[in-house]
């Protein structure tokens, strides 16, 4: 009977709580610009929201002073990563507890994810870069997801920013991905990494085939060389290519993220936008994975023999 | 004229990113396909299968999210 009586009143409590957050989200939308526009009447005004206006450039909240807001959030984050590793590892102990347990897991999950692709010998080289650029991205995405982050008003402008929706943070990280790709390569395969683009040396064999007379294999050689140095040339467009490609994704990403939050403020001010929110942690954790991930990958294909 | 610009403008960035994410849309529904089929045949490898799928997914998203781009810089830089 006790037992019937208990699990009669758990569910009443769910119906409840379900209930309220059903009311209130239908008030919120009726508080909402959206919803009092639709009504023609304005009975909760202080849930009306402004309509929303996205800056694609970011903002310099001191006029004077070129400091973009985008570029005070990165700080905050480096500041805060910095922060945070050093404290943690200040006075390292044998068996890690507290803080040092849970860095210790981070890097530890870091050097397994990036030495079971790349080898031990290659993964050293790649684990500063790889996991840095994981770190950084991961650490902005998540700062701006502060609540009361972007508003803060400085001279009219908002003093943070979300800085991975600044293009020139994205570009930054990877032109620098770029470099180290590059670097590795030249690192462990020497100056014959640049067969990887100028690859002449079967077209070489064809014309030297030719000139000693044996022409049947000559031509069918030619073709192939051929193949290889244009081959070769489009492996140079990939590779610029590719440092477009690693910016629009991540400041795409960060944008859309930004943009559809504050939509979702704009039509429902109370208890949608928390999903979104938890969406966009999400995602700022997969980008940053993708970012790393695919640096990893590039990388290895750099450093990677041939046969 | 001014309003035929705005006109153009809105037009082309909806359709920037209404056809732009007809491909990806398309693409992730094949990835979610393959990995429930690999899901059905082999449940043990789950952890491998969910992170692969999730990094195939956001290769697909990242077209969309191109075209996304080229929507917003036509709607506000343009």
Redesign the interface.
Known sequence: MTEKRRRTGGLLKIMVLVIALFAMIIVSFIGSEVGSGIIGLRPISFLNVETPKYNPAPERPFHKIPVTNTMITAWISILLLGGVFFVGTRNMKLVPSGLQNFLELIVEAAANFIEDPAGEKHGRWFFPVCTTIFLFVVANAWVSLIPGFETILVNGEPLLRNANTDLNIPAALAVVSFCFVEYWGFKAKGISYLKTFFHFGPLWQAIKLIFSGNIKAGAGGLLNGLVAVFAGLLEILSHLIRMMSFTFRLFGNMTAGMILVMIMLFLVPWVIPAVFYGMEAFFGFVQAMIFSGLTLGFACAAVMEEE | MEIWITVAKLLGAGLAIGLGAIGPGIGIGILGMGAMNALGRNPEARGAIMTNM??GI??A??VA??A??IA??LI??A
Do not use: C, S, T
């Open positions: 999730i990094l956001a290769f998203e990242a999210i191109y996304l781009v917003i810089l506000f830089v």
